[in-house]
């Protein structure tokens, strides 16, 4: 158990202030007022702490000769419980050779611009568009020992109630003393003032840990469920969000359900966020966040909001 540092995300977003648009299976309603502006605020205290063990996948063959981003479709929490197809529009192979700037945004800059830089987590260091490039198949984002990061957030619809899965790893790039970078894939509610009750990260960790950990954010307190595994090499992460609970995944297998009540629209930053939560000044480990996709499936209850 840890307690969580103030301040989780410090995001920029900006979205307009109007009346959105809910689009269900049953058809379009209009919603209330929406807004967002952030600068995130102060964290909480320790968590409720729930554990149970886990049962990590090889990805590799043992001569190396395999692929580690590519394990067998079983391991996916999607193929195993008949989650569907994705939907397109709210997911990313990152096959390409840049970042989609239509599907997110880069820390450091405004919406659909790919150079520049602004302070880092909770002022810490620097985030910079430069430190999150796409090439090979998948999205990397990479720390400094000086404390310049990076990462991305969705400018997709924001949705309520659904199912994400990343496949995604953290590995150190050196080994020069340096205090290690914080990685975590994670939702993220559109109206940012709503974290404390709303935020769901599914696989946090410092870099290189030998363990992972889902939070939700819920009723002004959170809950926490922890695995063992090797989160250097690739895993699929998973959360089944509900009206009324938050299932998580490694590789397929269900390590816990959070009952938990979270109504706020949110956004997925795509899995690719590491901050620096030490001061500006410290020496950090470099390291690097890969993302080899990350899937958004539709659930019965899910609802997408359309700003105008």
Same mark, same amino acid.
């Given at each position: 158990?840890?307690?969580?540092?103030?301040?989780?995300?410090?995001?920029?977003?900006?979205?307009?202030? %109007?009346?959105?648009?809910?689009?269900?299976?049953?058809?379009?309603?209009?919603?209330?007022?929406?807004?967002?502006?952030?600068?995130?605020?102060?964290?909480?205290?320790?968590?409720?702490?729930?554990? @149970? /063990? +886990?049962?990590?996948?090889?990805?590799?063959?043992?001569?190396? @000769?395999?692929? /580690?981003?590519? #394990?067998?479709? *079983?391991?996916?929490?999607?193929?195993?419980? %008949?989650?569907?197809?994705?939907?397109?529009?709210?997911?990313?192979?990152?096959?390409? +050779?840049?970042?989609?700037?239509?599907?997110?945004?880069?820390?450091?800059?405004?919406?659909?611009?790919? +150079?520049?830089?602004?302070?880092?987590?909770?002022?810490?260091?620097?985030?910079?568009?430069?430190?999150?490039?796409?090439?090979? *198949?998948?999205?990397?984002?990479? %720390?400094?020992?000086? #404390?310049?990061?990076?990462?991305?957030? #969705?400018? !997709?619809?924001?949705?309520?109630?659904?199912?994400?899965?990343?496949?995604?790893?953290?590995?150190?790039?050196?080994?020069?003393?340096?205090?290690?970078?914080?990685?975590?894939?994670?939702?993220?509610?559109?109206?940012?003032?709503?974290?404390?009750?709303?935020?769901?990260?599914?696989?946090?960790?410092?870099?290189?840990?030998?363990?992972?950990?889902?939070?939700?954010?819920?009723?002004?307190?959170?809950?926490?469920?922890?695995?063992?595994?090797? @989160?250097?090499?690739?895993?699929?992460?998973?959360?089944?969000?509900? /009206?009324?609970?938050?299932?998580?995944?490694?590789?397929?297998?269900?390590?816990? +359900?959070?009952?938990?009540?979270?109504?706020?629209?949110?956004?997925?930053? *795509?899995?690719?966020? !590491?901050? !620096?939560? /030490?001061?500006?000044?410290?020496?950090?480990?470099?390291?690097?966040?890969?993302?080899?996709?990350?899937?958004?499936?539709?659930?019965?209850?899910?609802?997408?909001? !359309?700003?105008?």
């Amino acid at each position: 158990m840890r307690s969580k540092p103030a301040g989780r995300r410090g995001r920029l977003l900006a979205v307009a202030a %109007g009346i959105a648009l809910v689009v269900t299976a049953g058809g379009a309603v209009p919603a209330g007022p929406t807004g967002g502006h952030a600068i995130r605020s102060e964290g909480l205290p320790s968590p409720i702490v729930t554990t @149970s /063990p +886990t049962n990590p996948l090889s990805l590799a063959s043992p001569d190396g @000769s395999a692929d /580690p981003r590519r #394990g067998g479709s *079983g391991d996916e929490a999607a193929v195993r419980f %008949g989650w569907g197809v994705p939907v397109a529009g709210q997911s990313d192979e990152f096959n390409g +050779t840049s970042v989609d700037l239509n599907k997110w945004g880069l820390f450091g800059v405004g919406p659909g611009e790919a +150079t520049g830089c602004s302070p880092g987590f909770h002022g810490h260091g620097e985030r910079c568009a430069s430190q999150t490039t796409a090439g090979g *198949g998948y999205l990397s984002v990479t %720390g400094t020992a000086d #404390g310049k990061t990076g990462g991305l957030w #969705g400018r !997709m619809a924001a949705f309520r109630y659904g199912r994400v899965e990343v496949r995604e790893r953290a590995v150190p790039l050196s080994d020069n003393g340096g205090r290690p970078y914080n990685a975590v894939p994670l939702l993220w509610p559109l109206q940012e003032e709503a974290w404390a009750n709303a935020e769901i990260d599914f696989a946090e960790r410092s870099v290189a840990a030998p363990s992972v950990s889902l939070y939700v954010h819920h009723d002004d307190t959170q809950t926490q469920c922890t695995v063992v595994i090797d @989160s250097t090499e690739f895993h699929n992460y998973a959360v089944d969000w509900q /009206p009324g609970s938050i299932s998580w995944f490694v590789d397929g297998v269900r390590e816990c +359900t959070v009952s938990a009540s979270i109504d706020s629209f949110s956004r997925s930053n *795509g899995g690719a966020q !590491m901050d !620096m939560f /030490p001061a500006t000044g410290v020496l950090m480990r470099p390291a690097r966040q890969d993302i080899d996709w990350v899937r958004m499936y539709a659930a019965p209850a899910t609802e997408f909001q !359309m700003l105008p």
